[in-house]
Nanobody, 125 residues
Framework: QVQLVESGGGSVQVGGSLRLSCVAS????????MGWFRQIPDKEREGVAG???????SYADSVKGRFTIPKDNDRNTVALQMNSLKPEDSAMYYC????????????????????WGQGTQVTVS
């Protein structure tokens, strides 16, 4: 059982940066596929970035070149570094983990993830 807690959201100007953090507890995240999703009201949850247990990363086209997903196994954290932010990046951002040992195939399908944080709001204006 993994518990995830996000932090780091807030309001930022267009073109600015934010770094979201997701701290895991209950187990070490070294063998978990981790992902970041975002959601705006009345829309489906959208996959933004993912990182395999071996460190391979993947990004949605909408954030490629602007976002990165660094993972620190020693600190049991995964971050989402967001640069060159746009108004359309405004959303509630969620950290998620698949069941232990499950690879990151279908990385952007939300129901494939087992564990979720409570979310942190990002507003870009």
């Amino acid at each position: 059982q993994v518990q995830l807690v996000e932090s780091g959201g807030g309001s930022v100007q267009v073109g600015g940066s934010l770094r979201l953090s997701c701290v895991a507890s209950g187990d070490t995240i070294g063998r978990y596929c981790m992902g970041w999703f975002r959601q705006i009201p009345d829309k489906e949850r959208e996959g933004v970035a993912g990182i395999e247990s071996d460190g391979r990363t993947s990004y949605a086209d909408s954030v490629k070149g602007r976002f990165t997903i660094p993972k620190d196994n020693d600190r049991n954290t995964v971050a989402l570094q967001m640069n060159s932010l746009k108004p359309e990046d405004s959303a509630m951002y969620y950290c998620a983990a698949k069941a232990k040992g499950v690879p990151c195939t279908a990385m952007y399908i939300a129901y494939r993830y087992e564990y979720w944080g409570q979310g942190t709001q990002v507003t870009v204006s």
